[in-house]
């Protein structure tokens, strides 16, 4: 195949790729085995795949805020959000407040975010680990020593940020407000 032919297949690989990520909020979320294929095309094409976590129950200004910040980081947002079993044994029975098909709903329409994986695990090692993101990002409310997944992200040659918080916005915060 000659050098022509093998850069318009690359420029069609990007373009098809390009479409596949101009999902709906639907398609954005996905099982890991059902984006393994799409996230390593996206990484042979050069994209800076970043990876988040969370609960992510009630979504607010801080979560937003967050969510942009990590997305500039590189070029696809990949966000592991805890399962709803996952999220009661982290926060406790009453929680999670919205279940996990309406907390990956609400994450996959924020333009920032490209794909939505939910994971049933206390932890996203085993997702960070497959994913093996470019940039792992948390919040300002974690220490780098402190963030699962960072040793292995370090050692594959990536890199882990830990971004400012907003002050004055916690979901636990908001229930306990509306709880009285």
């Known amino acids: 195949m000659g050098k022509q032919t093998k850069q318009i297949n690359k420029q069609q690989k990007t373009r098809n790729t390009t479409l596949q ?3 709906t909020f639907k398609t954005k979320i996905q099982t890991l085995s059902s984006s393994k294929e799409l996230i390593q095309d996206l990484k042979n094409l050069g994209h800076k795949i970043v990876f988040t976590n969370g609960c992510f129950d009630i979504l607010h200004l801080g979560h937003i805020t967050y969510l942009e910040q990590a997305k500039e980081n590189g070029d696809i947002l990949i966000v592991g959000l805890n399962s709803d079993a996952s999220v009661k044994r982290l926060k406790g029975a009453e929680r999670p407040i919205k279940d996990e098909e309406s907390r990956a709903s609400i994450l996959a329409a924020l333009s920032s975010v490209d794909l939505v994986i939910i994971f049933e695990e206390d932890t996203p090692i085993d997702l960070i680990s497959a994913v093996a993101p470019d940039v ?3 919040g300002g409310d974690y220490n780098k020593e402190d ?4 040793d292995f992200v370090e050692e594959h040659g ?3 940020e830990v971004l400012p918080f907003l002050e004055g916005y916690s ?4 229930i306990n407000k509306l709880n009285g």
Request: no cysteine; charged share 25%.
């Open 21 to 23: 990520l101009k999902m």
């Open 147 to 150: 963030i699962v997944g960072a």
């Open 171 to 174: 979901s636990t915060d908001l």
């Open 158 to 160: 990536g890199k882990v």
């Open 136 to 138: 792992l990002v948390k």
